[in-house]
């Protein structure tokens, strides 16, 4: 079955940077992509990134545009996310999402990784 | 940006009880290849969310019969024909189609009187 598990809770002071993996399995990795979400406490849905699982081709939210990388290992299936210069905003569960494999993919989100808790406090 | 409306934003409901949610996108959620991509995700509390519909009105392999999704173009519906109280959670519509980036409703809360 498809699943998609993600590391654990993380720490952060304002200014330095996280890195969340999701590690793929139940599919054919190259067959898909992977899109980042995350949600502020007590708020909605907010989408970050994509990358596709067969040639790393990428994009990020305009908003995050310098602060978010999204890179893969395809030897372990593993997605990584990657943001950097963090703030008090960016305190929020980070989730992925099994996503179309190219960039005018349509969206799927069909399968979802149990969500990283990420807080930024001084 | 495609932005994504729902209302209500909570509905409280009888047990028993249908409930419908409305989601309207600011442009067509039309494809090129004809179909639309709008999909519904339920969100437990504590929980992460789970796509329960997709194309507008397909449901997931295990998503109770009692969920039902329709609309076309910009105007879209989630409905439950009898709520059940595992139905208590925050239901999110969201546009597959227009890139750069997927768009979600702003969520709306169900919970039972």
């Known amino acids: 079955q498809v699943q998609l598990v993600q590391s654990g809770a993380e720490l952060k002071k304002p200014g330095a940077s996280v890195k969340v993996s999701c590690k793929a399995s139940?599919?054919?990795?190259?067959?898909?992509?992977i899109s980042w979400m995350r949600q502020a406490p007590g708020q909605g849905l907010e989408w970050l990134g994509w990358?596709?699982?067969?040639?790393?081709?990428?994009i990020h939210a305009p908003k995050l545009q310098g602060r978010l990388t999204v890179t893969t290992d395809t030897s372990t299936s593993t997605v990584f996310m990657e943001l950097r210069s963090l703030t008090y905003d960016d305190t929020g569960v980070y989730y992925c999402?099994?996503?179309?494999?190219?960039?005018?993919?349509?969206?799927?989100?069909?399968?979802w990784g149990q969500g990283t808790l990420v807080t930024v406090s001084s | 940006d495609v932005v994504m409306t729902q209302s209500p934003l909570s509905l409280p409901v009888t047990l028993g009880q249908p409930a419908s949610i409305s989601c309207r996108s600011s442009?067509?959620?039309?494809?090129?290849?004809?179909?639309?991509?709008l999909s519904w995700f339920q969100q437990r509390p504590g929980q992460s969310p789970r796509r329960l519909i997709y194309?507008?009105?397909n449901r997931e392999s295990g998503v109770p019969d009692r969920f039902s999704g329709s609309g076309s173009g910009t105007d879209f519906t989630l409905k439950i024909s009898r709520v059940e109280a595992e139905d208590v959670g925050v239901y999110y519509c969201?546009?597959?189609?227009?890139?750069?980036?997927?768009?979600f409703g702003q969520g709306t809360k169900v919970e039972i009187k």
């Open positions: 990358i596709s699982g067969y040639n790393d081709n990428t």
């Open positions: 969201m546009q597959g189609k227009h890139w750069p980036q997927w768009t």
């Open positions: 194309k507008v009105s």
């Open positions: 442009q067509s959620l039309v494809h090129s290849d004809g179909n639309t991509y």
């Open positions: 139940g599919y054919r990795f190259s067959n898909f992509g």
């Open positions: 999402a099994r996503d179309g494999i190219a960039v005018t993919s349509p969206g799927l989100a069909d399968y």
